[in-house]
Every structure is written in structure tokens, then in C-alpha cells.
């Protein structure tokens, strides 16, 4: 797996755990870690298997818990807790944060408070009026949202 790959990963993981509702600061470690992955030029596969995980936890943004996750996906091409975290949430939630004025908050609370899994959920949900209940969406936002589920198909 190349750094990209790997900053996706992590950058997939952050999204589903902000859906999720999970702690924020655990969030933005993966955030970062992905950021500081993805600019990296160097691969880290390299890095792992010159250095381990001493060469891994040298880079910004790359700690303890992280670098053993990166270890393991060398190891095994996946990691327990992404495993984890996937099972337990449909893929179909992550989905959510493609359509235009969908962030990872927005579907965080939808999925959340409304229960909507799945871009045919939220098309349902939107042509019943349900973005109007949605706190903090601005009315712009519930329109564009509103238009790109009537205007494909989900």
C-alpha cells in the first residue's frame, strides 16, 4: 500500500468516526496523520521496514497507536481497528459526505438523529420536507441538497 492509500485510509476512518460521534481529538489525530502521510515523499513502507515503528513515530502527526496501525496493514493489508469500525457502520453512511453540502458533521446527524444510511434514505428523507428539521443547515445548503437528490438518481 502506497502513502496515498494509506492517507485514505486514514482519512476514511476520521469520517466514519466523526459520523460516528466519536471523540474529537481522536478525529483530528487521524486527520492529521492522513494529511502528513499524504505529503509525505518518502513511502513508509520503506520507512517501516528500514526503521519500524521508531521511523514511523519520527514523522509529524505519527504516534504510538498510529504507527502500529500502519505496521499492521504492511502486515496484514488491513488493521483490527478499521475492521472494527466498518462492520459496526454501513458503508453506505460514508456515502453521504459525496453529495454536495454534505459534510462529515451533517451526515454525522443525519445518521444519528434521523437514521439515514444510505443516499436513498436521504433522497426519501428530503422529498418529505425532512431537511427542514435539520438543525443548522442553512436553507441554501438544505436546497442544494434537496436539487442533487431529485436530480439524480441515488
Do not use: C
Not at 519500524?52 to 514523522?59: E, F, H, S, Y
Not at 496484514?76 to 454534505?102: D, K
Not at 433522497?123 to 428539521?133: D, I, K, V, Y
Not at 445548503?141 to 442533487?148: D, E
Amino acid at each position: 500500500m502506497n502513502n496515498a492509500e494509506l492517507a485514505e485510509r486514514f482519512y476514511r476512518l476520521a469520517a466514519i468516526m466523526e459520523i460516528r460521534g466519536e471523540e474529537h481529538f481522536r478525529i483530528q489525530s487521524y486527520r492529521n496523520a492522513a494529511e502528513n502521510i499524504s505529503e509525505w515523499l518518502t513511502p513508509l513502507e520503506k520507512i517501516a521496514a528500514e526503521d519500524g515503528a521508531k521511523g514511523l513515530q519520527a514523522l509529524p502527526g505519527i504516534g504510538k497507536a498510529i504507527s502500529g496501525k500502519i505496521l499492521e496493514i504492511f502486515a496484514t493489508g488491513t488493521f483490527a481497528a478499521w475492521e472494527r469500525i466498518v462492520t459496526e457502520t454501513p458503508a453506505s453512511v460514508l456515502e453521504l459526505v459525496e453529495i454536495p453540502g454534505v459534510s462529515a458533521r451533517l451526515a454525522a446527524q443525519l445518521y444519528q438523529r434521523f437514521k439515514i444510511r444510505s443516499r436513498a434514505d436521504l433522497r426519501e428523507f428530503a422529498s418529505g420536507g425532512g431537511l427542514e428539521m435539520v438543525d443548522g443547515l442553512s436553507a441554501t445548503n438544505a436546497k442544494t441538497i434537496a436539487a442533487f437528490a431529485e436530480a439524480r438518481t441515488l
